[in-house]
């Protein structure tokens, strides 16, 4: 076992070497331009290129044609959200999403806020799930879009996603979600589902950064996005600019994988999650799961080790990588958005944990993490009460 471990496989995941090794080539020896179609090098990419749609199409339920490129999720949310209300802007200018969502969706609705449309922010339980009744509620013959993610980067929470579609589309209302987190972790399927566009980002499952999809759906209903960059017209004039080659023939690869890995993986990382859960309430007093208990990611461990500051605590265990919530919230330093919404009290926002497990996670990894939360977690509390005890006669004198 090697130091430091990797316990943050919610913020990245390191490049499958099977995904490293089909991206080479196309750096140096395949390295054509795909809109090239006069000669060999741009048919290689090309045809690279549509093989890596047509892969992730089919791990998806989807249609070659309806994978679009992108530079990750974040863009993808922006193009999704911002692309249909432009577009649709005739029909209505009413969007709904939920408290919880990730911050390229909260801040994609802030800025179309700004621009006079209508956003209503879905509360959700003390698991992080949302209303189906409160979703049917909030939709009115002005709304033209709802992004709900499919499983939460932070606590785990699975929503339901099929029934939220299926009211979407009961209701003519597009319906896009935020997969980043979940592909590979459960099954989807866009078209079972009801899901008119989602959101998927190759750093998250073993792929390169910088590339990631948005599956836009061709038919009942086709939906139509407004570009938000100009250019030559690339991915059915959705997005343009010069495809990157190597990075989508990565995510193609990556997905693969993770649809073939499926069953295995995802039966391992639910062991390795449930063996830290039940370890540390067997050992650890005073601790509260964040998300729900049973409809969650099979990696993800979102724990308040009440007492504690989690930020304490994690620099007492340096040698292993965990966190306290998104890592794409640069620099906040105010308590995670999404355990707000779970309305937790004050000193438990600041006690959280995030596990994040992923596929080169070893049992001997968790072992040894188990064993090092538990004895901090201990020391800590016998610090604290300590420094308490020594205050209060300090006081006293």
């Known amino acids: 076992m090697k130091l430091p471990i990797y316990m943050d496989y919610h913020s990245t995941t390191p490049t499958d070497p099977r995904v490293l090794e089909a991206m080479l080539p196309f750096f140096s020896e395949n390295f054509g331009n795909p809109a090239s179609r006069q000669h060999h090098f741009g048919w290689i990419a090309e045809e690279a290129i549509e093989s890596s749609r047509t892969t992730i199409a089919k791990t998806i339920g989807a249609l070659p044609k309806e994978i679009i490129f992108t530079s990750g999720a974040t863009e993808s949310n922006n193009l999704a959200i911002k692309g249909a209300a432009e577009i649709y802007a005739q029909k209505g200018y009413h969007i709904i999403t939920a408290a919880t969502e990730h911050k390229a969706v909260l801040d994609s609705c802030k800025n179309l806020e700004r621009r006079g449309f209508g956003i209503t922010y879905l509360p959700v339980d003390k698991f992080g799930l949302i209303s189906i009744e409160q979703l049917s509620e909030a939709i009115t013959q002005k709304t033209i879009l709802v992004s709900i993610m499919t499983a939460n980067n932070e606590i785990g929470t699975i929503q339901d996603i099929a029934a939220i579609g299926k009211l979407c589309h009961d209701k003519n209302v597009l319906f896009h979600t935020d997969a980043a987190q979940a592909i590979g972790k459960i099954p989807i399927d866009v078209r079972n589902m009801n899901i008119d566009m989602m959101s998927v980002s190759g750093h998250k499952i073993y792929g390169p950064k910088g590339i990631g ?185």
């Open 213 to 397: 999809i948005l599956f836009v759906r061709a038919a009942n209903p086709k939906v139509k996005l407004m570009m938000q960059m100009d250019g030559g017209g690339h991915e059915r004039g959705i997005r343009s600019g010069t495809p990157n080659v190597p990075s989508i023939v990565g995510i193609g690869k990556a997905m693969e994988i993770a649809s073939l890995a499926f069953d295995e993986e995802t039966s391992r990382l639910k062991s390795y999650r449930d063996k830290m859960w039940n370890s540390f309430q067997k050992n650890i007093e005073d601790i509260s799961l964040n998300g729900h208990p049973e409809q969650r990611l099979v990696n993800n461990l979102n724990v308040n080790f009440h007492h504690v500051e989690n930020s304490t605590l994690m620099m007492s265990m340096k040698d292993i990588a965990v966190s306290t919530g998104s890592a794409c919230t640069t620099g906040d330093p105010e308590p995670s958005h999404v355990l707000k919404a779970l309305k937790l009290p004050s000193d438990r926002l600041h006690s959280a944990i995030r596990f994040g497990l992923g596929r080169f996670s070893t049992e001997e990894e968790v072992d040894y993490v188990i064993d090092k939360v538990v004895k901090n977690v201990q020391k800590l509390r016998e610090f604290s009460s300590a420094i308490k005890f020594k205050n209060q006669n300090t006081n006293v004198l």
